[in-house]
């Protein structure tokens, strides 16, 4: 399994931006389906982004959906997830995770994702 650490989350305002990391351990992460979910309190974790293993191919929550980028630099071990006109409902601890098998469709579901990061909290004021 790969081990996951994300950073970047912190408080903004209404519309203002910020950018997770999500730094992997290991040398296959370039095989690795990476996604990003979010849980706010007293709701169940929810999908936000996934790249597909060659970063070829994203696909997006309705919620985040030109808004929000996900990328990876498999150089660097890493997925990024750039959050733009944040709005106070985007609230939540955001977690990275990593699916070490992949198809050819998108995995949207915590199930589908074997390792989890410990989770960053992201807080918009409005």
């Known amino acids: 399994q790969v081990q996951l650490v994300e950073s970047g989350g912190g408080l903004v305002q209404a519309g203002g931006s910020l950018r997770l990391s999500c730094a992997a351990s290991?040398?296959?992460?370039?095989?690795?389906?990476m996604g990003w979910f979010r849980q706010a309190p007293g709701k169940e974790r929810e999908f936000v982004a996934t790249?597909?293993?060659?970063?070829?191919?994203?696909y997006y929550a309705d919620s985040v959906k030109g808004r929000f980028t996900i990328s990876r630099d498999n150089a660097k071990n890493t997925v990024y997830l750039q959050m733009n006109s944040l709005k106070p409902e985007d609230t939540a601890v955001y977690y990275c995770?990593?699916?070490?098998?992949?198809?050819?469709?998108?995995?949207?579901?915590?199930?589908?994702?074997?390792?989890w990061g410990q989770g960053t909290q992201v807080t918009v004021s409005s």
């Open positions: 790249i597909r293993a060659s970063g070829g191919g994203t």
């Open positions: 290991g040398r296959t992460f370039s095989s690795y389906v």
């Open positions: 995770a990593a699916r070490a098998y992949s198809g050819s469709t998108y995995y949207t579901k915590p199930l589908d994702y074997g390792s």
